[in-house]
């Protein structure tokens, strides 16, 4: 059912205009809202100094795994990104607080003025076709300096000219990484907001100064996550300041911490999702469950980030190539920045190959930007489906265990009719095979089959909004108290090892929106109807929704039955470019979902608000069953 709201209702129910200028962030603003800011369309792809030499870098280095990218076809591929991360920072010069780079390992940083520059390191990648990308933190220290046990590559000289990360320089640094010495990314660390506080050993020896901490790792109700978004706003401004072209990149490197996971999308053009990855099956587990619920936290523009690649080490070595194969899958299928990690002037022909792998990386590149959302979850097995552009769906089965498993794949599992036939191809092997129906897969142990697939849409005329997550942000997601989520894998392969009292949930974000699941993992029903498409979130929510020329959005609403307040009021609402368009009766716990039907031809954005004055949010999970956008 659908109907209008009167002009007295809308002002009982909601007021929008009196709402918005009351900073209600329910309100409709009819625009979206997720970053856009910058140069990542599409997820960013090159490589990166750390998982190779951490601190110990020098141009030959860099430029020659550089030359790798471009002679081995990579660059032409897609990997296009030369990233320096930490090390490279010699001092800030005192009083004037200007940069100075270690010359010694850059020796072209030699150009004759008061001050050594990278502009000749950053041109010569530019004359080969890549892109050229820095490192800092957003406190006055960074990560290896709270953590590298010597000081060899560390900044030298008193406190204030070890100071070296953007905390009160800000504009300054920005200018100079990007006017001056023409720099296309930045890649902005958080170890300068925690790991200095007044009680740390490193502030107490008098080395350095106290800052904060602002941040907590373990435990989001101790970080000061305002203080953080802040930082990033005027980051943001000075990187729009300093290039007009708009030609750059922001990475949030918080690594999960300060609930970024729900906000990351609005800061940056990819945001971590987790602590570092290591070279071990199981720390692969944890940064990809980081990722793999939050599809609708991803968009063109913003990406999800569990990590730079760890192939060519460990557990993804050349020796372990199902590993390494499923690493590079699996991050394909999540959208996530395919970030080589390696030193490639000694990686072998297998592992090139794996990251020159054309088809999986035009999974990642796909220009709709649709995350995968998980078809089928387990603690051992998952099915992930992503939506191309061409109306093709991408499919992984990927075994987490120990054993192998005989996988049913359904049409359903990819929304396509189960009466027409569906053509498979394996891009690993190229092989094409048909089914119909369902088709029985074996997976070995740690390994992703990957596919492309073929076939007939079951939802004739347009498209679940849970098969374009790249579309539906959840601008307002309904978590007021962000919480740890404990579904994520705990390793002690962690960086605590197991010295400790274990690897213990510490991400935020349990609760977030999901596609085709209620919030916390549950299967979408209301009412005892079940809804294998839709949106799962809290109440009181907001989900922007980009509208590319359908004439009709239909969903089912209700509060969701695993809802534990059954007592509270829900009413859904639909505003069309800022303008209401529908809205549902008042809804509790186990009422009969209702149908709603809204034109919508003409629209850009759509906005759906799940509304309740009275409600726990968190206690009060509400589904959108169904919610598709139609051709007519």
């Known amino acids: 059912m659908r109907k ?36 990542a369309a599409t997820p960013p792809m090159g490589w990166s100094t750390w998982n190779a030499f951490a601190t110990d870098i020098d141009e030959d280095k860099i430029l020659g795994s550089a030359r790798q990218i471009v002679d081995s076809g990579l660059a032409a591929k897609g990997y296009r990104y030369i990233n320096i991360d930490d090390g490279w920072a010699l001092k800030r ?12 390992k850059f020796p072209s940083s030699r150009t004759g003025g008061d001050a050594p520059s990278f502009k000749p390191f ?53 200018a100079l990484y990007f006017k001056d010495w023409g720099f296309d990314f930045i890649k902005v660390d958080s170890c300068g907001l925690r790991d200095y506080g007044p009680k740390s050993e490193r502030v107490r020896s008098g080395k350095f100064r106290a800052l904060g901490p602002l941040l907590d790792s373990s435990e989001v109700t101790r970080t000061d996550i305002a203080a953080i978004q802040d930082m990033f706003r005027q980051i943001n401004g000075a ?26 999308k609005d800061y940056g053009g990819i945001s971590r999702t987790s602590d570092d990855i290591s070279p071990a099956w199981g720390r692969l587990l944890v940064n990809y469950d980081t990722t793999v619920t939050r599809s609708l936290y991803a968009h063109p523009g913003s990406w999800n980030d569990p990590d730079m690649l760890h192939i060519g080490a460990g557990d993804f070595d050349a020796d372990h190539l199902t590993e390494a194969r499923s690493h590079f899958a699996l991050w394909a299928m999540l959208n996530a920045p395919l970030m080589i990690g390696t030193d490639l002037r000694k990686t072998p022909k297998a592992l090139l190959d794996v990251f020159g792998n054309a088809d999986i990386i035009a999974l990642d590149q796909d220009p709709a930007g649709n995350q995968a959302t998980l078809a089928h979850d387990s603690s051992d097995l998952q099915i992930l489906v992503k939506t191309l552009a061409s109306g093709d769906k991408a499919v992984a089965i990927f075994n987490r265990g120990s054993g192998d498993y005989d ?6 599992h990819l929304k396509f009719r189960d009466d027409t036939p569906i053509e498979l191809v394996d891009l690993w092997t190229k092989a094409a095979t048909t089914f119909t129906k369902r088709t029985k897969l074996r997976v070995k142990p740690r390994e992703t089959l990957v596919f492309r697939a ?68 549950q299967l979408l029903q209301v009412a005892g109807k079940r809804y294998t498409a839709g949106i799962g979130i809290l109440a009181n929510s907001r989900l922007e929704v980009r509208n590319r020329g359908a004439a009709r959005l239909t969903a089912q609403v209700g509060v969701d039955d695993s809802a534990s307040d059954k007592t509270s009021d829900v009413t859904f609402l639909v ?19 209702q149908a709603l039907s809204v034109p919508v031809a003409g629209v850009k954005l759509i906005e759906l608000v799940a509304r309740s004055p009275r409600g726990d949010n968190q206690r009060l999970p509400v589904t959108w069953g169904e919610a598709a956008l139609l051709e007519r």
């Open 4 to 39: 209008l709201l009167t002009a007295g209702l809308i002002a009982t129910l909601l007021g929008a205009s009196v709402a918005a200028a009351q900073g209600d962030p329910l309100a409709p603003t009819g625009r979206w809202t997720a970053y856009t800011a910058g140069r």
């Open 93 to 104: 010069r005192m009083p004037d607080g200007r940069m100075i780079l270690r010359a010694d």
């Open 122 to 174: 950053t041109d010569k990648l530019h004359a080969m076709g890549l892109k050229a990308g820095i490192y800092s933190d957003l406190g006055r220290n960074t990560c290896s300096e709270a953590y590298s046990p010597t000081d060899d590559d560390l900044p030298k000289g008193t406190v204030l000219e070890r100071e070296v990360g953007l905390y009160g320089r800000i504009d300054q640094d920005i």
């Open 239 to 264: 990187l729009a300041r300093e290039n007009p072209d708009g030609d750059y990149l922001l990475s949030l490197c918080v690594w999960g911490a300060a609930n970024v996971r729900a906000w990351g």
């Open 407 to 412: 996988v049913d794949l359904n049409a359903t």
């Open 454 to 521: 073929h076939g007939t849409r079951a939802l004739q005329g347009g498209y679940y909004l849970s098969e374009q997550p790249g579309s539906v942000n959840p601008a307002v997601d309904g978590v007021v108290h962000p919480t740890p989520d404990p579904s994520i894998f705990r390793t002690a392969a962690g960086w605590g090892g197991t010295g400790g009292a274990g690897d213990r949930p510490s991400y935020a974000g349990w609760g977030g929106a999901r596609a085709d699941s209620a919030p916390y993992g």
């Open 575 to 593: 505003y069309g470019d800022g303008k209401l368009l529908a809205t549902s009766k008042p809804a509790k716990w186990g009422a009969a979902p």
